[in-house]
DNA sequence: CGGATTTCTGACCATGCGGTCAGGAAAGAC
DNA sequence: GTCTTTCCTGACCGCATGGTCAGAAATCCG
């Protein structure tokens, strides 16, 4: 596909900077929208020299998804088991409304995929995301029959979660648009999941 | 623009066969991605034929978008200030998801154009969308203040429901493949959202 | 019927795109 | 230094796409 591993210091600085670039404008114009002009000109080099260190718009644009996958899941696997599950389940919504407001731009690029079907990730949904989510929601489904937290469907509350604190950076603009001016979409979110969250999981 | 008033029946029919067509294709693939031929084919007639009846692809799109903004809002023009506060809102919650469960391409069409910014509905975010969302926030805030619901931001109420709604048809895919076939997501989504909304607006 | 109008089509064009290629410039090895 | 490898570019190609146009069918109207 791409260069495999790069050696030398110029590679890893021009790979860096394309992935960097294709993320920017990806995110922005979809996949089909986005030009190889537009990625190189962003990353600062020649279509042509980008094309040196990806053979393709689409390896360019797997690369970045699979890179995504798995640190958009690093705040789910870190719910423990052991912890106190209300303020477990808190710190994971905090967690997540982080991860999106400080990487709008990723979760754009999944919504994208997601939206088109997947059909760039299809697999992976299937052998990484539902394993790890079978997982989770087991261990939510056991604090809910142990009392610890009121009944819920364990599945549909990871949705909830994920729906909730993607929509502040997918919707940016909207959310702004109906705010108006002055007033911080993402600090308002985090009080206010905190409290919806709060009384849902309250046992 | 296009053809104002369709006068004939044939203008009638191809018209709104355009429209259906373009839809098709507009949210399975976004716009920059779709193409004339594409939705000729769908509508199941010639490129300039097709162009006979609309400007341009642009002016399909336009005419979709501000068609659907209009029907999307529906369900929250319904809320009524004079009705039972808890069960006005959970009543718009099943509107609501009812709706995107009866239009998930629509829904996608207008996740789409969001989150690219919305470049062709900006201002009627700001003329349609705001006010609209401004009244009805209001009239959740009295509730609130008469202590009929728990106390809530009434907007981030309002985004909370929609999120969680058109999760269910933005992101259908994903949904589906991490519940597992013979699930089935919008019936769980009904019962799911019944629970939360109705824990976190008891008074 | 016949003429006017609407509806439709095949052929065409200009543009922008993803991708290639031959070879020049830098950088590294010795 | 010189030779080799890596890095980079301008010019180019084939193709798909949005849109045009001259005129053929079909429909409407008397």
Redesign the pocket.
């Known amino acids: 596909m791409s ?1 495999q591993e ?6 890893r600085k ?1 790979h860096q900077a394309i992935l960097e670039a294709a993320l920017e404008v990806f995110a922005r114009s979809g996949f089909a929208a ?5 990625i190189a000109s962003e990353a600062g ?5 980008l ?3 990806f ?5 360019i644009h797997l690369t970045l998804l699979s890179q995504l996958m798995d640190t958009w899941l690093d705040p789910m696997r870190d719910i423990d088991p052991d912890g106190e599950p209300v303020e477990e389940l808190l710190a994971y919504v905090r967690r997540k409304l982080q991860m999106s407001r400080e990487m709008p731009r990723e979760s754009r690029l999944f919504a994208h995929e997601i939206i088109q079907g997947a059909p760039h990730m299809g697999p992976e949904l299937e052998t990484v995301l539902r394993p790890l989510v079978m997982e989770k929601a087991a261990i939510v489904a056991d604090w809910s029959a142990a009392g610890r937290i009121a009944t819920v469907d364990p599945v549909h509350l990871i949705f909830s979660i994920w729906s909730l604190t993607q929509h502040y950076a997918d919707f940016d603009v909207q959310v702004r648009k109906v705010l108006g001016p002055g007033r911080d979409p993402w600090d308002e979110a985090a009080a206010h999941l905190e409290t919806l969250f709060g009384r849902m999981l309250a046992p």
């Open positions: 260069i790069p050696r030398t210091r110029i590679q021009n986005a030009t190889l002009d537009q080099m020649s279509k042509p020299n094309l040196y260190y053979p393709s718009k689409e390896a």
